[in-house]
């Protein structure tokens, strides 16, 4: 439902659900040890995004930064450009940053949505640390198309979670009609791919090693550049992938006609104007008709 509600249905590469496997929700479920012990087990369960040619942080909620201190050193670097370097296992950290990040979240248009955010966070906060009712609900699975192609039954878990939250729903019924709509799109948009097909072609990296006994001396990413000696075999054929999708994607482009109506090309001239064709408009003017 939080998806449903916060996410764009075409963010679900770049935010993907982390993956609570039913090892780690029955640990935690009766957790008794340090928070050391705690840092150590998110590790060891890949609590971090695995997938060759994504970022370990692309996830809904990424937790990199707090449990950075047992991460095995080998695999802390430097970031690195996803489109042009090759694709390694790496923790881009930074022993001052100590935060979990909700990447979940789209940008919130205004100060309002922004507060309701919060407001929600601080909800699943209150019930998680301050209650003692059940947390997990058997097993975890994000599918907003379902919920989505059942309208009914997102409204009755809408209306469950707002109660169970403590939250007045009529703050957040926009949220849920939005998400509704928008992913009823996507889903009839024949020209956008499911994230299934997506994330296809990004398979799993199993080898992540065990997390490390926690550092005395934290580490931090900066100035550590990777030495390129363990490419892994998935990264070779993702490199691979992209080369072949590059030069498929300019044979189209060398090959295919200007369509009418279509901008292809915009040159910034002297001035505040943008040549388009042969007439010259103001840099507003091209961006208004994009827009439209």
């Given amino acids: 439902m939080m998806t449903l509600m916060f996410q764009h249905p075409g963010r679900g590469v770049g935010a993907e659900p982390n993956r609570a496997s039913a090892a780690l929700i029955e640990k935690l479920k009766n957790f008794e040890g340090s928070e050391d012990d705690l840092k150590k087990l998110l590790y060891n369960e890949k609590f971090f995004n695995t997938r060759v040619g994504r970022k370990t942080k692309n996830n809904q909620l990424n937790m990199i930064a707090y449990f950075q201190d047992v991460i095995p050193e080998q695999l802390i670097h430097e970031d690195f450009d996803m489109k042009n370097d090759m694709w390694r296992r790496t923790f881009d950290v930074n022993p001052k940053i100590r935060k979990m990040e909700f990447r979940l979240f789209n940008a919130p248009r205004n100060a309002a949505e922004s507060a309701l955010q919060i407001k929600f966070v601080r909800a699943m906060m209150n019930k998680a640390l301050n209650e003692d009712s059940a ?5 975890y699975d994000v599918n907003i198309n379902q919920l989505a192609a059942n309208p009914e039954t997102a409204i009755s878990e809408f209306e469950r979670l707002m109660k169970e939250l403590k939250l007045d729903p009529n703050e957040y019924r926009s949220f849920l009609t939005e998400g509704l709509a928008l992913t009823k799109a996507h889903m009839n948009n024949p020209h956008a791919l499911p994230n299934e097909e997506k994330l296809a072609l990004h398979p799993e990296v199993r080898d992540w090693g065990q997390a490390a006994e926690p ?14 000696n363990d490419v892994l075999p998935e990264a070779r054929q993702w490199k691979q992938h992209q080369l072949e999708a590059r030069q498929v994607a300019q044979v189209a482009r060398n090959s295919s006609p200007a369509i009418a109506g279509r901008v292809d090309k915009l040159t910034v001239t002297g001035g505040d104007s943008i040549v388009s064709g042969a007439r010259c408009r103001t840099a507003a003017s091209v961006v208004d008709e994009l827009l439209q």
């Fill in 135 to 139: 947390v997990f609900r058997g097993k």
């Fill in 215 to 228: 550092r005395a001396v934290a580490i931090g990413s900066e100035g550590r550049r990777w030495a390129g």
